[in-house]
């Protein structure tokens, strides 16, 4: 049996007898649920018996929970309740569980215990009658990561920053993570605003589900009334917390205007921040609404420099998945949570279970071209030249159809000789394992035809399994994941391969995902973070989630290059450590990224994986992805990317001047666009310009010196003839390379790193 990948409250065993009940449901009929109760004596485990109770329950169909058919939901120690208001019930087999289930409604004709609401809806309403008729629901305790997460951003505010990006990695828990956030800081007003209308419900859940939040009034600003909503509340001295839909059609506009003309300070959470709220005509009315005293979290799991878009961000805040696992992995080595700063909240040192261990392979294709290619020797070239490129499979897949065939065979089922492709060789994976079901993303190019016309091709080089695509012409990105849910339940003897494009990269939760395929070249960053976090969905106890790179270059695949050395960096910065090669160390212990060899895998050291990296120059485009440039004003953007120190001073000045890096000077009754919005044009230049003054570092150090200060030193009375030859080799002012090094502007903790 899972538990639904949503945060389950859970409880201890207890010195008395206790009354629980239960909610749970079937993957094939989500819209559905069933409630039921289980007397739990002294000393008993609740969540153990409530499991007993549900496979009880089942009869024959012990398959279901084999299978993780059957979901639990949540439960709840209601001994109290039932003591109050249904005393003769308080017993074994009291069917307390009816008579919550009629306060509750929405019964299945003809059946007593289920009910046809979702389990999220019905778990949200069993929370709200137990919390109004006074049963203590349960703690939340937070991670240690989402404590020290809380306590950086509550600092910040108390330090005066209200505008801050929190970067959070998928399976941190960012519900409940904002739930603490406002229940610390307390604000008159909280608002979420989301243009993801599943993760609304995803909050009403979760911050149903526990006592620090029975102070909450949830409130829809769909509602009619959600003005009296509001002012009810606060007469009342609870927390309103209102959820702002910013779809398009919703009259957004008019509803910021109301909420942001109340009185009071707010707390305003955007929630994944970077996807639709980003664009100006999203973000533009927020920040004209917002007023002095109000606070901005950008809170979003990925692309935090997207999510800052047109803001004026004055704190930044990132964690990165494999720092949950160095969390993890410090459990396993005699860590102590550390005592919390919180006033609600305290540190829960076994929530690190909850984190699904990751390994990444890297897997090079170079002979399944060479095979494909005796076939069709013109197969991937171009002017004559071979140039191999998944962009080119996508456009023709059925005449690539001998080098798709070839590779899946090669990986799924150990054909053609070579080991270095087949899969289960590389990672030990054995038949007791299960069936397998794995995810394929192919590049983003691809249409919805030719991803169809992958299919027939994958059924051919894979007989038995069955291959789910996942694209517009069969579902949506709201339907995706019921639709694979529903055909990896319906066919439980067979191996599954899920293959997308780009659908499915967020709120696309399958616990049964174990592998994770990257058929593309290069990509967003981003973009690639939220794929991989696919398979690590939390499913069954021990799941490790494995990433493979399918690259027709290894010399150029940095597509796990990004997450390991920011998490080195963030690493670093939060332990005090000063030297980023011994962070990355610790990190590359954690997390285990291989190299795909014909006798086997081979695990990457820091000096291997160091090496590797400084030849795909992966280091140089990380420096330039966590450059602060969302800190800059639209003047300093275009000054850093034309590369003029006259130009790049005169910005400085006029943004000093301001007193504000951004200050978009449009109205409540004008939103249209802003004078100082950001170009993204000039974002994107100025990130290449760092990335280029990165690569070109080894020039300076030429000059001698051990360090860039005493590199500068030389260069500084080596006179113009040395400038001028900075600047033909940087495309910049040798004194403009100067100041971003030397302020830390780039980031001289990877600066080092090459050097060392």
Known sequence: MNQSPNTIAHYAAAEHDRMFCYLWYELSSPD???????????????????????????????DLIADGSIQLSAYWDVTQYAAKYCADRVKPHGRVDDFIRRKIGYRKPLSAEVHTLSATVMAERVNTLLARAGQPLPLAALSQNQHDAAVNVIEAIQGGNNTIVAELCARFGKTIWSGALIRETQPEIAIIATYVLTSIASFRK?????????????????????????????????QPVVFLSMVSGSRRGERIDSLFSLSGNRLLIIDEADFGVHKQNQSLPLIAARKPNDTVVLMTGTRGERAAGNWDVDHYLSVTYPELLLEKHSARTGFTAQPSQLQHFGVDPGRHALYVDVEFYQMSLASVVEHARRADPELFRQAGDLLPSWSKFAANPTRARGFFTHMLEAIFLGKHGDDSLNLDFQTGRSASEGRRVAMMFLTGSTTNKNLAECVPLAEQALPGYLIIPVYGAEMTNATAEQSVREAIEQNPDKHILIISAGMAQRSFSIPEITELFLAYDGGDNGATIQKMSRALTPGVAGKRGRIVSLSFDPNRDDKFDAVLLETAQNFAKNRGITDLREALGAVLKTVDIFDCQ???????????????????????????????????????????????????????????????????????????????????????????????????????????????????????????????????????????????????????????????
């Open 32 to 62: 559905e649920c069933k409630f039921g109760e289980r007397w739990v004596p002294a000393g008993s485990d609740p969540l153990r018996e409530v499991h007993a109770r549900i496979r009880q329950s089942v009869g024959v169909r012990k």
């Open 206 to 238: 979760d911050l149903s589900a526990y006592q620090q939040f029975s102070t909450f009034d949830l409130i829809d600003s769909t509602d009619p009334d959600y003005l009296e909503q509001i002012a009810e509340s606060r007469s009342a001295g609870r």
């Open 598 to 756: 014909e006798d086997g895998a081979v695990r990457l050291d820091i000096n291997r994986y160091l090496a590797a990296a400084l030849a795909r120059n992966s280091i140089d485009r990380v420096i330039g992805n966590i450059a602060p440039v969302h800190e800059l004003s639209p003047e300093q953007l275009q000054a850093l990317a034309s590369g003029n120190i006259a130009v790049w001073r005169a910005a400085q000045q006029e943004t000093a001047q301001r007193g504000k890096t951004r200050q978009p000077r449009v109205s409540a009754r004008s939103r249209a666009g802003s004078n100082r919005s950001v170009n993204q044009a000039d974002m994107i230049r100025a990130r290449e310009m760092i990335v280029t003054i990165a690569q070109n570092t080894d020039i300076i150090r030429a000059w001698g010196g051990n360090t860039m200060e005493e590199s500068f030193a030389l260069l500084d009375t080596a006179g113009s003839v040395a400038h001028d030859e900075i600047r033909e080799y940087f495309g910049c002012d040798y004194e403009l390379v100067r100041e971003l090094i030397l302020t830390g502007f780039i980031n001289r903790g990877l600066l080092d790193l090459k050097f060392s």
